[in-house]
């Protein structure tokens, strides 16, 4: 055989070889990832249906059960609970990597905290900042299921996690690879089996697919997603102390859902405005990332897609991460009525802010033309949305990581000359919670000298600007200079929620911004809990004298007053609407506590039909009759904002709400702090100082008025307790309209009625568990003070 020959035969067998060798390393691929398949649990293995069927629901207990068997047979899953909720369920997040990562998350940690905070790279941080890049990975922190009736998130995790966990497709294996995905299934274990139970109780019956008659978190309800950062709840405390604080992620997706008749989807950027102590980097993150994830679904035929709309990026409350180096980026799909299909026609769906969902333009499309909308579709939406923005964090590594270390860097930046150097903070009886909640947030806090030396209670304290998360300190201790935003017609565009966040203001602290740099005598370190829990008395308790009214129709406030009293160490009953038509109420109580409420709901409850018998009706007349009675006995009746509207039209009281029935174009104060005047000789205002706050959103301002017909009250009956000032502009912190309105107008009113009195507050004296500055006015209103 010639030399030729046997070269082209060698060659030929080389190929066969290394085809044979190509074709069993593609069937040893083929069947690892047949194996893992097999190996790794799908949903339905563990909760009988797949995440998207109608009409089903996963119980906690089950959602918990199908992560632990994910992360028993994945070796990219790590399963852990990081505490316990409000109501004591496990609390619990899914890391999920290459397993290579998860075996060195420690080191990606560390490697988080030093770009966090350059301060800690050394002599050469660009050097040392550079290397680290090179070695870091995309953190995306995934959460759902903060508001419980948004059912699609927490299904939805299972889909994404299993996904995740299984699949060898070259997408998910570089997602993995790049990226350190921080897997929250719920921010509110407790109202995934709220709503399960409500749900499934009325599967069947015409009130399928209500919401519960119950608030679906213990205290807060919809509000658990407005504390990021005062921090009072257990779940946003976990989220923050045991996630945020210890990966810094830098892109958080918040996966929620949107109401039925506007578009399929929204995706970032935010309307306008931002809050002025973003960073430009977050801004450019999410605008960047939002548009390029609306681009890909729509070429995959995604329809009813906007973005710059409906949701803005003013308040840190929604946003903890924009202040912490990571774009937020909230998603919200259209709603069916929980798990339960509804079909929309084209012509009901509704314009929000920014966009017409029956019209094409530059943020919104393709059209959707309406027809039936399922829990499959919002499924759908939300998982091609997650794993775009994983595909985005893992293509854009470096970006990402680089990005997030000029956040911080720019954030330790000293201050010139000229320019805020930061804040001091005086020392004030509610000082303490202000400070722990900064320097829960990572704030660093130091000490300035005492003007008695060793009595801190004499001590004040100096929060610099140039720190890596000082914009967080700036934005809440600031005042809110909300703009003046209005349509084509010169009607205000209401804000997505409220415009004010000055924390310094709600809580009566003495903060002052100070222009070059003061002697400080070291920074201090609070390890005290941010908020004492009040520990039950074992002793047997008298019944408690003060009850707080428990609508039928569920009323955030209402979680929001009961979480006062129970963190002040105050005792009380609740007091539901048969309990008050029961009558004989001053044979129990002292005191009734009406909170926030429009009048409507309070009188009439649920529409008959609407829910099933026993929850409609409301107090009606002979609830009234009743309050009545209570108070002409010598009872006290408080009542909260809007629930003063209530009093003022069932009880005939000599009053008028000034700003009632306005059009926004003459008033408008869409959640904001006002400056009141108080009458410090009343009692109600002991302890107080002459001028204070009152938070202000949805408000009746009251005047007194001549007697009603079919009133016995005289106006001489109304002592003013706090007003507006004549001479002043009534707005500290955020958005008024048509303030000259209310100037010389009372904001708190007592009056005589029988041998009890009514206490109507225009506005929250107990806020979201913020407002610490007229706690003393309301709790001086319970006592009888």
Known sequence: MSLRRTALLLIIL???????????????????????????????????????????????????????????????????????????RPFVMATISAPENLARLEEYKSIQAQLADPRQLGPNPAQRAAQLIARGKTIVLITCGIHSTEVGSYLSSMLIAHRLASSDEPEIQNILKNTIILLVPSLNPDGVDIV??????????????????????????????RDWYAFTQEETKITVAKIHNVWHPQIVHDIHQQGAFGSRLFLPPYMQPVEPNVPKQIVAGYTELGNWMAK????????????????????????????????????????????TPITIKFEELRSREGYDPQKESANFGPVWRGGEWRLRDITKYMTTAAFLLLKHAADNR???????????????????????????????PDAGRLLKILQFAGVQIEALP??????????????????????????????????????????????YDVTAHSLQLLMGVKVEPVFRAPRTIGAIDIRSELIASVSADSAPRAPAKTAIFKSQVPTIDEGWTRWVFENNGRDYAPLT????????????????????????????????????????????????????????????????????????????????????????????????????????????????????????EDSPVFEVTAKKDGSAISPDAVHVIARYQMNSNPLLSGWLLGGDRIKGKAALVEVTFGKGRIILFGFRPQYRGQSLATYPLFFNAISGR
């Not at 290394?18 to 069947?31: E, F, L």
């Not at 089903?56 to 316990?84: C, P």
């Not at 924009?322 to 919200?332: K, N």
């Open 14 to 88: 080389a190929i066969a070889c290394n085809v044979a060798d190509v074709h069993h390393a593609s069937s040893s691929a083929t069947q690892r990832a047949i194996n893992r398949t097999q190996r790794i649990p799908v949903p339905a293995d563990v909760l009988g249906f797949t995440p998207g069927d109608d009409r089903k629901l996963a119980s906690w207990n089950q959602v918990l059960t199908y992560f632990d068997k994910l992360a028993q047979t994945s070796d990219r899953v790590k399963f852990e609970t990081l505490g316990k909720s409000t109501m004591g």
């Open 196 to 225: 399960k139970e409500w749900y499934d109780k009325t599967l069947g019956t015409p009130y399928e697919g209500t919401e519960p008659p119950q608030l679906y978190h213990k205290y807060t309800g919809h509000d658990n997603n």
């Open 296 to 339: 890909e679904m729509r070429a995959q035929g995604f329809e009813g897609i906007t973005t710059n709309s409906t949701y803005d990026a003013w308040s840190p409350s929604r946003a903890y991460s924009h202040y912490h180096g990571g774009v937020r980026m909230l998603s919200e799909t259209a709603s069916c009525k929980i798990a």
């Open 398 to 428: 470096e970006i990402w990581v680089r990005r997030f270390y000029e956040i911080g860097r720019d954030a330790v930046k000293p201050s010139s000359a000229g320019e805020l150097f930061g804040f001091t903070i005086s020392s004030t």
């Open 450 to 495: 005492g003007t008695k030396k060793g009595e801190t209670s004499d001590e004040s304290f100096y929060v610099p600007l140039s720190q890596p998360y000082g914009r967080f300190a700036k934005a809440l201790l600031e005042s809110q200079h909300y703009p003046d935003l209005r349509d084509g017609t010169g009607h205000p565009i209401a804000p």
């Open 577 to 696: 609407d048969a309990a008050v038509r029961s009558g004989n109420l001053k044979d129990r109580y002292d005191a009734v506590v009406i909170p926030d409420q429009p009048p409507r709901a309070t009188l009439a409850g649920y529409r008959a039909g609407s829910m099933p018998p026993e929850y409609t009706g409301g107090l009606g007349p002979e609830g009234v009759k009743s309050l009545r009675e209570f108070v002409e006995a010598g009872g006290r009746l408080v009542c909260l904002n809007r629930a003063s509207d209530f009093a003022i039209e069932q009880f005939k009281l000599p009053l008028k709400n000034v700003v009632g029935g306005l059009p926004r174009t003459d008033f408008y104060v869409p959640g904001s702090i006002l400056r009141i005047e108080l009458d410090t000789s009343n009692p109600l205002a002991e302890g107080m100082p002459k001028e204070s706050i009152a938070w202000a």
